[in-house]
């Protein structure tokens, strides 16, 4: 699976941004698909994710309510809407498929065995 990520940029606090993350090779359906980010001197994070076959989301509490992950069947392509974004959400944001479930506890690193490339967000106060 190859995966390319799209859609960062800098925004001012309040504003939204859309992540894409498009795949070839494979069709995402029995995958879990995940958002992640790393800011500067962190760890990576979980952020979303999506398994459609399962027909589970999630999102951490940091964005719940902020951030939708949604799924273009069509064009084999996974979203991350972004509202309301924080200072706190500046990030490298990376998308990642693997094989496991989509649940709290489960958006962990070492899960995903595929990974885009970053695309950075910059919110700016």
């Known amino acids: 699976v190859q995966l390319q990520a799209s859609g960062g940029g800098s925004v001012q606090a309040g504003g939204s941004l859309r992540l894409s993350c498009t795949a070839s090779g494979d069709n995402l359906y029995y995958y879990t698909i995940g958002w992640f980010r790393q800011a500067p001197g962190k760890e990576r994070e979980g952020v979303s994710c999506?398994?459609?076959?399962?027909?589970?989301?999630y999102y951490e509490d940091s964005v719940w309510g902020r951030f939708t992950i949604s799924r273009d069947n069509a064009d084999n392509t996974v979203y991350l809407r972004m509202n309301n974004l924080k200072p706190e959400d500046t990030a490298v944001y990376y998308c990642a498929v693997g094989s496991n479930s989509c649940y709290r506890g489960l958006v962990l690193p070492p899960l995903y065995n595929w990974w885009g490339q970053g695309t950075l967000v910059t919110v700016s106060s």
């Open positions: 999506i398994k459609i076959s399962e027909g589970t989301t």
